[in-house]
């Protein structure tokens, strides 16, 4: 997989960072909400650079854990909401007059 050079900006550093190509539109709104979310934190609060990049880290995380729990939330739903019409059609299926 061919990677692509892109330049980022992070608490207003300039960074280079490598992503897969046809990814660096991805790569640039995630270092974009990265950045608004370190700003709004050191706004909100008196604290060194790395405890500011270690508490948006752990927030970051945190909020994938959530979003994971509720995908394989929703995703058990789905599975037993298939189930349940497979079921029904089968049932269905069942009393229909043979040809």
């Known amino acids: 997989m061919s990677t692509q050079a892109v330049e980022i900006q992070v608490l207003g550093r300039k960074l280079k960072v490598n992503c897969p190509t046809g990814q660096e539109d991805a790569l640039r709104a995630a270092a974009t909400d990265f950045d608004q979310r370190?700003?709004?934190?050191?706004?909100?609060?008196?604290?060194?650079?790395?405890q500011l990049l270690i508490f948006t880290g752990l927030n970051i995380s945190n909020e994938l854990h959530l979003e994971r729990q509720q995908h394989n939330r929703n995703a058990e739903l789905i599975s037993?909401?298939?189930?349940?019409?497979?079921?029904?059609?089968?049932?269905?299926?069942?009393?229909?007059?043979?040809?």
């Not at 370190?38 to 790395?50: C, G, I, P, Q, T």
């Not at 037993?80 to 040809?99: A, H, T």
């Open 38 to 50: 370190l700003k709004d934190m050191s706004a909100r609060s008196n604290v060194s650079v790395e």
């Open 80 to 99: 037993n909401k298939i189930n349940s019409l497979e079921e029904n059609l089968d049932k269905v299926l069942q009393y229909q007059p043979k040809r």
